[in-house]
């Protein structure tokens, strides 16, 4: 039985294809590791300051380690200037 599947393969904000290794990080750890509030996240996410969560379940969002990890290395602005015109142009 060979069928097509349509899957959209899930990737990082550098466009590479999430490995089965990669970690989900739920917006408590997101907030610890990156020493910013929880509203702060959401606000950077929204000016795509920030990687993008990704919902899991229907009540459910996750951010992938290594983005908050390129995000933490980069800093909001260096983010932006590197990957928010993609972000924005993933949105539209």
Same mark, same amino acid.
């Given at each position: ?25 739920? +917006? ?8 910013? &509030?929880?509203?702060?996240?959401? #606000?950077?996410?929204? !000016?795509?300051? =920030?990687?993008?969560?990704?919902? +899991? ?8 380690? &290594?983005?908050?990890?390129?995000? #933490?290395?980069?800093? !909001?602005?260096? =983010? ?6 993609q972000l924005e142009q993933q949105v539209a």
């Open positions: 039985m060979n069928q097509n599947r349509n899957v959209n393969k899930l990737t990082n904000v550098k466009g590479e294809e999430i490995s089965l290794n990669e970690s989900y990080l739920s +917006i408590k750890e997101v907030v610890e590791k990156c020493g910013v &509030s929880r509203s702060t996240i959401l #606000r950077l996410e929204s !000016a795509k300051k =920030f990687p993008p969560s990704h919902n +899991i379940t229907d009540n459910r969002k996750v951010w992938f380690e &290594s983005d908050v990890q390129l995000w #933490r290395t980069l800093g !909001a602005q260096a =983010f932006y200037a590197m990957y928010g015109k």
